[in-house]
């Protein structure tokens, strides 16, 4: 897969992109923690014009999606900023499984007014088609979370649409190297950089990018509107985050398809969710639209919801944390988070990081069996 500016493969911008050419320069782009600037020429303050730590960012995951990017301070400020940009009265849609903040963010505007909202399952491509001629908003989310189904990006971003939609695409879980929704027709990827980007569970950090450039500029005006702007040190480590983004995902991708055949086979387990399995509902459609099948895992293990949260409390080497997309691998039993309490009570929702596939494999099995 090409860079869309520079012939570069996605692997080699994502180490070059973003640094300065200039002689004498540092070799990586440094934190710049300034409000303000001297008057007179290009930049006056942070909040309306950047700083040259967000634009290595912008410029490294924009070359990624291979569109103009925009960073904000979380992804759920990411996520917001896309939906401030509906009128009054607009229609969205939004998929059955769908992140908690997402959803709330929708149904909170619903509540007070400033949208409707049409709730779609994320297989049913021919109502996702006909959303796009009716909806203002059309939010996928593929592969989606916890549930990992994976949306036929193809085939709904190829569907005529109201003059005005927008077709926004949470890329969070594929990640540009496995999945690039603007390539497929999507007006905007949004991502949480706090995941595969950042990579090191040590920042907070959101980016939408799109190919619209008047839709970016109203994108840069509504983080400067409304303060979402990210942090120096945040994008700093995004930055760096960035550059062994490839080889993490590589390594935890392997572990992830090998720990997924592994809990298939478990006597313990009742239901194993990873879009790599040909088991899983949306095989044959992730194997069309995805490079790779991610890092992410659910499954349902033998029991109820006090079962289950025995196994967290079981794992050694795997952290029982929230979060996702870091080097570490990480689980939580996803019903328990509000707004997720429709989920089956025994589901676990597994990130798997970089560490030694075995030794994953070992902390798991011996923590299920525990559990049981």
């Keep these: 897969m090409q860079n869309h500016s520079s012939g570069l493969k996605l692997e080699s911008w994502l180490v070059t992109a973003g640094r300065s050419a200039e002689p004498g320069a540092p070799l990586n782009v440094p934190p710049i923690p300034a409000s303000n600037f001297i008057l007179g020429q290009g930049r006056s303050y942070a909040r309306t014009d950047s700083t040259p730590t967000w634009e290595a960012l912008e410029e490294i995951v924009g070359g990624l999606e291979g569109g103009h990017a925009v960073a904000f301070a979380s992804g759920m400020a990411a996520v917001a900023a896309v939906f401030d940009q509906l009128a009054a009265g607009a229609l969205v849609a939004i998929p059955d499984d769908c992140y908690q903040g997402v959803a709330g963010l929708a149904m909170a505007g619903a509540a007070r007014g400033r949208w409707s909202v049409q709730r779609i399952a994320l297989t049913d491509t021919a109502g996702w088609q006909q959303a796009c001629a009716e909806a203002d908003l059309i939010w996928l989310e593929s592969p989606s979370n916890p549930l990992l189904t994976v949306a036929d990006l193809a085939a709904i971003c190829a569907a005529p649409r109201k003059p005005g939609a927008i077709v926004a695409v949470d890329n969070t879980f594929a990640t540009p190297l496995n999945q690039q929704p603007l390539a497929f027709g999507a007006t905007v990827s949004v991502q949480s950089a706090t995941k595969f980007i950042g990579g090191h569970s040590d920042l907070l950090a959101g980016i939408v990018t799109t190919r619209d450039e008047t839709l970016w500029r109203q994108l840069q005006r509504t983080r400067a509107l409304t303060g979402a702007t990210p942090g120096t ?140």
Excluded: M
Excluded at 303 to 311: E, L, S, Y
Excluded at 322 to 338: D, H, K, N, Q
């Design 233 to 372: 040190l945040e994008a700093f480590l995004a930055v760096r985050g960035a550059r062994t983004l490839a080889i993490r995902l590589e390594r935890a991708q392997r572990n992830a398809l090998t720990l997924a055949q592994r809990l298939e086979q478990h006597p313990l387990v009742t239901r194993v969710r990873y879009p790599g399995l040909p088991s899983h509902p949306t095989y044959a459609v992730a194997k069309r639209v995805l490079k790779g099948f991610g890092t992410i895992i659910s499954f349902d293990v033998r029991g109820d919801a006090t079962v289950a949260d025995a196994v967290c409390r079981n794992v050694r080497l795997i952290r029982h944390a929230t979060s996702l997309g870091a080097v570490e691998s990480t689980i939580e039993r996803r019903a328990a988070i509000a707004g997720q309490e429709h989920l089956p009570p025994p589901l676990l929702r597994l990130s798997v990081g970089i560490e030694d596939g075995d030794d994953l494999w070992e902390d798991l099995d011996n923590a299920i069996r525990a559990a049981n």
